[in-house]
């Protein structure tokens, strides 16, 4: 079966630390760039970041550059965002994606809330 | 930064009438970089439509994208009852995707 299946989500402090999650399978995982999207209580999608099929380039969205981090392991179809002093308004559900092609592929979501 | 605006925010139809989206760019986007996607709560998005006006694998034919420069359309010729949801239009390149804020098709 093909997808995308993120994991990692919690309930953390402001300020702290949470690495999430995003394995693949049923395709070639190594040959797809993937990205993040996120979606905060009531509002829209918001694209966070990007990571290149070879890991060898990314880009963050402003709000969270100097903050979060990708990086991805393809022995393991795996891509992981370390996300470092998280904010209240870092709450959201967090979606990794492939680019929209003749298939589409988004995991199911994980759910970060900061709040002390 | 590109910024989608789409409209109207709220659409109330009934089941079988025809919905027109709207988003409009804030400078001109290439059409093979414009998609459309439907969701609902607690599940994925739902890609829709690629390059502006390419269907998603599986995606029923009721579904129409339009557009060019800096005014892209979605149309769903009859709406069925499981159509009802938000649907976002979406820049995308490789370095960064841009979204609307999105269209919520309500039952009238």
């Known amino acids: 079966q093909v997808q995308l299946v993120e994991s990692g989500g919690g309930v953390v402090q402001p300020g702290t630390s949470l690495r999430l999650s995003c394995v693949g399978s049923g395709f070639t995982f190594s040959s797809y760039t993937l990205h993040w999207v996120r979606q905060a209580p009531g509002k829209g999608l918001e694209w966070v970041a990007v990571i290149s099929h070879d890991g060898s380039t990314e880009y963050y969205s402003d709000s969270v550059k100097g903050r979060f981090t990708l990086s991805r392991d393809d022995s393991k179809s795996t891509m992981y965002l370390q996300m470092n002093s998280l904010r209240a308004e870092d709450t959201a559900v967090y979606y990794c994606a492939s680019p929209p092609r003749v298939v589409a592929l988004w995991g199911q979501g994980t759910q970060v809330t900061v709040s002390s | 930064e590109i910024v989608l605006t789409q409209s109207p925010g709220t659409l109330s139809l009934s089941p079988g009438e025809r919905a027109t989206l709207s988003c409009r760019a804030s400078e001109t986007v290439s059409a093979i970089y414009m998609a459309w996607y439907q969701h609902k709560p607690g599940q994925a998005p739902r890609l829709l439509i690629y390059?502006?006006?390419s269907r998603a694998t599986g995606i029923p034919d009721r579904f129409s994208g339009s557009g060019s420069g800096t005014d892209f359309t979605l149309t769903i010729s009859r709406l069925e009852p499981e159509d009802f949801a938000v649907y976002y239009c979406q820049r995308y390149r490789f370095s960064r995707w841009t979204f609307g804020q999105g269209t919520k098709v309500e039952i009238k």
């Open positions: 390059g502006a006006s």
